[in-house]
C-alpha cells in the first residue's frame, strides 16, 4: 500500500541489496587474483562510479565463470523512498561486510621474496566467499527475491551487470574473503562468519 502511495507521489525508489556467493574447491582460489585487482583499481579510482560498476561487471561475470564451484548462497536487502536512508544502509552493509572474517585486502604489505621467514609453499584456500552490495533506483524482480537457487542467482548476478550498463546504479561495493592469496578460510571459520549462507 505505501509502495503504490509512494509511487503515485513520484517519489524515487532506491533499494539496496547484499548478495553472498561462496564458492568451494580445490581450484577456486586463483579468483583471490581477480578479485584483488578489481579491488585495486576501485581504490584507485576515488569513488568513480564508473570505475566501480566496471569493475562490478568484471566480478559478476568471473562469478558467472566460475559457477560450477557455487556451494551456497544468500541475499537480503530493503526498499527506501529516501535517499538518505537508503546511503544508511548501504554504509551499515559496509561496515558488516568489512569485519567479516579476512574480507579486507591489505594491499600496503608487500612482502619480499627474500624474507626468510615466508614459507615457500602457501596454504590454498579450499573456501572464498564473495559480498556484492548494490544500491539502484527502480524495481527489479531478479534481485528482490530469493536467490538461494542457481538459476535465480546467475539471473541475479546478470541483473546487476545490467543496472550497470543501464546507469541505474547509485552505490556498489565489493567484499570478499579470505582478502588474499595466503589467507585461508577454513570451514569452521565459513560457518562463524556467514551463517546465513544456504547451501544451492
Not at 525508489?13 to 585487482?37: E, M
Not at 566496471?54 to 526498499?79: F, I, K, M, P, R
Not at 558488516?96 to 602457501?122: C, H, K, T, W
Not at 573456501?127 to 542467482?153: C, P
Amino acid at each position: 500500500m505505501r509502495d503504490s502511495f509512494n509511487k503515485m507521489m513520484g517519489k524515487t525508489r532506491y533499494v539496496v541489496c547484499r548478495l553472498f556467493v561462496h564458492l568451494a574447491g580445490s581450484d577456486v582460489a586463483p579468483i583471490l587474483g581477480s578479485l584483488n585487482a578489481t579491488a585495486r583499481d576501485a581504490m584507485n579510482s576515488d569513488g568513480d562510479l564508473e570505475v566501480l560498476g566496471e569493475g562490478l561487471v568484471h566480478v559478476c561475470q568471473t562469478l558467472l565463470q566460475y559457477d560450477e564451484y557455487w556451494t551456497s548462497a544468500a541475499n537480503e536487502g530493503d526498499v527506501f523512498w529516501s535517499e538518505g536512508e537508503a546511503g544508511d544502509y548501504v554504509n551499515d552493509l559496509f561496515t558488516d561486510s568489512a569485519q567479516r572474517y579476512l574480507s579486507e585486502p591489505d594491499f600496503s604489505s608487500i612482502s619480499s621474496v627474500n624474507d626468510s621467514n615466508q614459507p615457500l609453499s602457501i596454504p590454498v584456500t579450499r573456501n572464498v566467499v564473495v559480498m556484492l552490495t548494490a544500491a539502484f533506483t527502480g524495481e527489479l524482480l531478479e534481485l528482490e527475491s530469493d536467490l538461494s537457487n542457481i538459476q535465480a542467482l546467475k539471473e541475479g548476478l546478470k541483473a546487476l551487470i545490467n543496472l550497470h550498463y543501464k546507469h541505474k546504479l547509485k552505490a556498489i561495493q565489493v567484499h570478499f574473503s579470505p582478502a588474499q592469496l595466503g589467507d585461508e578460510l577454513t570451514n569452521d571459520q565459513l560457518l562463524q562468519h556467514y551463517p546465513e549462507l544456504i547451501p544451492l
